[in-house]
């Protein structure tokens, strides 16, 4: 029989591996998969614009994959249905690592909610990174 201690380490299990799979698939631009583990209807907060729903804030990740790397988790805590996950968001611009936080909240298993907090002072060559990347004409390869 499962007591109330093993549901809670049960949860807390799954809350710590769906945080981690949902950070490393941002990273990665599986953006499917992170669309899978999200709530329909989505809140993102924090330290950036604030897009609502799902599909807004999988607009919004879009363009970040463009100059990530990967995500090194340092250290995620969840407490409930709540995680904090802290990691460096590693880019191939001039800003390299940024450090990076998300309190995540989960309702009915899905990330409901996000906020995100982020080292400011090196997003703007982050940001400035990815309007050069996304002025520049698209390549096309003779063959």
Do not use: C
């Amino acid at each position: 029989m499962t007591t109330s201690t093993d549901q809670i380490t049960n949860q807390s299990t799954s809350i710590r591996d769906t945080v981690t799979e949902y950070v490393h698939a941002v990273a990665d631009g599986r953006l499917d998969r992170v669309e899978e583990l999200l709530h329909p209807d989505l809140v993102f907060g924090g330290t950036v614009p604030e897009p609502r729903g799902k599909a807004s804030y999988i607009s919004t990740l879009r363009s970040l994959t463009t100059v990530v790397e990967r995500s090194d988790i340092r250290d995620v805590v969840v407490d409930g249905d709540r995680a904090f996950v802290l990691y460096d968001f590693v880019t191939d611009t001039p800003a390299g690592g940024v450090l990076s936080g998300e309190l995540v909240t989960f309702e009915d298993g899905l990330i409901r909610t996000i906020t995100l907090l982020f080292d400011q002072r090196r997003w703007p060559e982050v940001i400035a990174e990815i309007q050069r990347r996304a002025a520049q004409p698209p390549t096309t390869t003779d063959t």
